[in-house]
């Protein structure tokens, strides 16, 4: 493993009894990244997480976190670790303070009061509140905040902007750029597509239990999936075209014409369409937020069926 990897994952297999969680996942997550996890529900993101953090162990595969293993080496690699659980378990009866002494104290680490008071402030929560009063948005940011006052090597976040209003979330995106800035590693979960398109450096999307692409967020938009507006000069029946591997009819906007969303290589379709009176082809852009889609969705075929 290369000096300069925080999180290298091979072939993780984590199965619940009969339900496979993870299938094999590989991965690797440099020094100093800023990396957007995305899935849809049930994929196995957190999952992932906790087999980083030593939470739960792997059936097979292997883990490396700054060069150490996660299961054999929790306390280590831990305590290089903020993280953000989906649900945080929080004592209501304790104040803010009380909470954020109590996750200082489970790390062992000292506390720079100076540092939390800053993160409180621009987050806008208030230390003495007690957290059984805390709206769900309110206990999201203790949370952010313990996983960011010990200022770690890495932060391993799942759904950090949770429950936060857009206002927040900018402030999260700040503090996020604030520590990768500072050289913190970060491997964050999200379902929030425009948030990772803001954030992320390079995003990894996960399908059940598979890694099933990475890219930086302007590759993915210009990868494999291309849209195409198809004219024809009469009606013209598209089946034989719609049939094409990797093909995916998206609409038929009137007799003479077609969408088509295509994965992979032009070739077939260019050549299929060489037999028909094609009267014009418009490439159509595709936002990331619809690569995501046919990712979670799946394409025709059953390609990229979920579940
Ligand atoms: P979400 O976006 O909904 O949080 P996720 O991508 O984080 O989903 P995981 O929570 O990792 O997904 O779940 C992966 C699979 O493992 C799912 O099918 C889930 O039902 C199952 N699973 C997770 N935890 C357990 C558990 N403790 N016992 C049994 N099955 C579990």
Redesign the pocket.
Known sequence: MSELTAIEIKDLIKS??P?Q?LRGVNLTVKKGELVGFL??????????IRCLLGLIRPQAGTMRVFGLDPVKNSTAVRARIGYLP?ELHLDGNQSVKGALQYFADLRRCNTDWKYVNQLTERLELHLDQRIKNLSKGNKQKVGIVQALMSKPDLLLL??PTSGLDPLMQQEVYKLLHEAKAAGTTIFF?S?IISEVEAIAERLVI?RD?VIIEEAAPEQLVNMKLRRYRIRFRKAVPPVEVINLAGVTLIDQPNENEIILQIEGEVDQLIKTLASYPVSDLQSEHLSLEEVFLAYYQGAKGGKHNVG
């Open positions: 619940y009894g339900v969680a899935g849809p529900n049930g994929a196995g993101k957190t999952t992932t989906g799942d759904e979960s379902h996960i239990g």
